[in-house]
């Protein structure tokens, strides 16, 4: 990997582990609102499928080894094992997916629609799946603890980090 797609690379995951801290949690639901599907976002539209999975699984290496970067500052394995474990692994899949299908030139239309309806459905079924088997709770529970709450910010979350990877591609390119 040459030297300037590392620092890319290095770059989005520390966007994305500062990314956590950017967090409100709800009163009904251990989900949190963070900035991660930002970051997460970002770091599928400026990178390469294989540097955006790598951006991710480091992300979910140093949180698993015990550096606090999960929502809210939390660190451990175990948190890949809690409610919010889907959405993290839900990352890895949908990161380097959102980059494959991305194309190769700026397209603001393009971006957003397969944010939206590649990355952001994928994330909520792998989340919500994952969320109801751990909790022993049926999909309709899930879906309205993780899922149902946050559409609408999602939905400008991806509009603005659409914003951002094409002015950072612009920039970087």
Known sequence: MKIRNLTKVSICIAIICISSYIAFPLPFT????????????????????????LAVAVYIFLGIFGLPVFSGGTSGLGKLFGPTGGFIIGFLIVSPLISYLKGKNNNF????????????????????????????????????????PFIIGDFFKCFFSVIIAIKLNKVIE
């Open 109 to 148: 239309k393009r971006y957003l629609t397969i944010t939206i309806l590649v990355g952001m459905i994928f994330l909520y079924a792998i989340g919500s799946i994952y969320m109801s088997m751990i909790q022993n709770i049926g999909i309709i529970s899930a879906l309205s603890l993780a899922v149902f």
């Open 30 to 53: 251990p989900i949190m609102i963070t900035a991660q599907t930002i970051a997460i976002n970002i770091t599928a539209l400026i990178l390469k499928p294989k540097e955006s999975f």
